[in-house]
């Protein structure tokens, strides 16, 4: 198991690699400079973790988690203001709506949240933060089709392959703290497995001429 997880985690890097080669060659990393930071982000954690395993120690992880966690927020924030910029009263109406999703769900992370998670409650807490993250994406999404509001196709990608991606890493760090950390090598392949099928989703749209 831990050499099929390890195969995953080869294959999924190799998809950052050519997705980070489509944003710069088919110039798109502009529509979403926050998703270009978090696939930047995953890549050289990737090459890291691979190539030096045991300095991934749990204290790491919480890092990576964090700054994911603080793009997938940014990510919600920018897509608004550049979807619906150009739209006067639709902004308006946005940016209350988005505003409120923002501040409601930090509200609740911070106070829900410690400080200072330790590893082993980490399945307790991250659910919720990520949850919150989902639900600011999906605002966006769902906004985008009430006002019909033309996006280029690799920003509706984003939004396409992330928010699926996010209900199955939620489900999977569920699990882990219903089951215990005993379980994670089992659940981790799932999340790898959804975790490859965004990335090479993301490949294909970010070559895809648009």
């Not at 999924?12 to 978090?38: D, E, H, I, M, N």
């Not at 050289?44 to 793009?71: E, W």
């Not at 980490?122 to 033309?150: D, E, K, N, S």
């Not at 760090?173 to 659940?187: K, M, N, P, S, Y």
Request: net charge positive; aromatic share 14%.
């Amino acid at each position: 198991m831990q050499a099929f997880h390890r195969s995953l985690a080869v294959v999924g890097l190799l998809l950052l690699v050519a997705l980070f080669g489509g944003l710069l060659g088919r110039r798109k990393a502009s529509q979403c400079l926050t998703f270009s930071a978090y696939i930047t982000v995953a890549m050289v954690s990737g090459f890291l973790i691979l190539g030096f395993p045991r300095a991934y120690t749990p204290q790491a992880f919480m890092v990576k988690q964090g700054i994911y966690d603080a793009l997938l927020f940014g990510m919600a924030i920018e897509l608004s203001v550049k979807v619906f910029g150009a739209f006067k009263g639709v902004a308006d109406r946005v940016r209350v709506i988005l505003s409120v999703a923002v501040v409601a769900s930090t509200t609740i992370v911070f106070f829900l949240t410690p400080s200072e998670i330790p590893y082993s409650d980490l399945a307790r807490y991250q659910p919720g933060i990520t949850t919150a993250g989902i639900w600011c994406l999906a605002f966006v999404a769902l906004l985008i089709v009430w006002y019909q509001i033309p996006v280029p196709a690799f920003t509706r990608s984003i939004l396409l392959g992330y928010v699926p991606y996010l209900v199955v890493f939620v489900v999977c760090t569920d699990f882990i703290g219903r089951l215990g950390w005993g379980a994670i090598r089992e659940i981790n392949v799932a999340n790898a497995l959804a975790y490859d099928s965004v990335a090479g989703y993301w490949t294909y749209a970010a070559w895809r001429k648009d």
